[in-house]
């Protein structure tokens, strides 16, 4: 099954400076990579997701990047503000093959802290 | 408003009880999931369902148990059997199990008294 990587597992990073996540995967079969954000007692909210034929993606002051080829995907938050502070997980997902492949598979978290 | 709901926000369960959990999601998904979540760990899979009156286990099964009588819900019973039941529960759902995105409940807190 897949397996998957999260570092580091707590950032601390200043108000204004840019954050960055990064994920590994063992799956090569994977080809879906969502991050989510958790806020203290709510559920995981999708943030930004990327598939396999991109290498890059933004929203923003987020941006994912993927590199199929190492296996490892990265969340970049620019000009971070208070309200970035929150947990942050990366997962990993084939897509449907019709013969009950996995769903996703997460990371541990990051503990995203926003220094004012 | 479409979404999942998730009830009670918190649930207290005595020694010896069983108390179900309640998901349901008016997004026309056919896959659902529970998992459960520890202080300062990450997400950990106990049961899911790919289709209505058909459900998996997932990494941490035991003292659980699920039903899937209909599409939009996904009740989750917390057996006396389960010993360490305090955690915070989430419920998911996706159009299809694997490669898409999965939209989260906002939880149920379980306390033992």
């Known amino acids: 099954g897949e397996n998957v990587e999260q570092h580091p597992s707590t950032l601390s990073v200043q108000e204004g400076d840019s954050a960055v996540i990064k994920c590994t995967y063992s799956?090569?079969?994977?080809?879906?990579f969502p991050w989510y954000k958790q806020e203290l007692g709510k559920g995981p909210q999708l943030i930004i997701d990327?598939?396999?034929?991109?290498g890059e993606k933004k929203d923003q002051r987020i941006a994912v990047t993927l590199n199929k080829t190492a296996k490892h995907f990265s969340l970049h938050i620019t000009e971070t503000q208070p309200e970035d502070s929150a947990v942050y997980f990366c997962?990993?997902?084939?897509?449907?093959?019709?013969?009950?492949?996995?769903?996703?598979?997460f990371g541990k978290g990051t503990h995203l802290i926003i220094q004012p | 408003d479409g979404g999942i709901t998730q009830s009670p926000k918190y649930l207290f369960r005595k020694e010896g009880q069983n108390v179900t959990l309640s998901c349901e999601q008016n997004?026309?998904?056919?896959?659902m999931y529970w998992y459960r979540q520890d202080p300062g760990q990450g997400l950990r899979l106990i049961y899911y369902?790919?289709?209505?009156?058909?459900?998996q286990k997932g990494d941490i099964a035991e003292g659980y148990s699920v039903s899937r009588e209909k599409k939009e819900s996904f009740p989750l019973t917390v057996t006396s059997a389960q010993k360490n039941p305090t955690a915070f529960y989430l419920c998911?759902?996706?159009?299809?199990?694997?490669?898409?995105?999965?939209?989260f409940g906002p939880g149920t807190r379980l306390l033992v008294l």
């Open positions: 799956d090569s079969a994977s080809n879906y």
């Open positions: 997004l026309n998904h056919d896959a």
């Open positions: 990327i598939r396999s034929n991109v």
């Open positions: 369902s790919q289709i209505v009156n058909d459900f």
């Open positions: 997962a990993a997902s084939p897509s449907y093959s019709g013969g009950g492949a996995d769903g996703l598979t």
């Open positions: 998911a759902s996706s159009i299809v199990h694997e490669g898409e995105t999965q939209y």
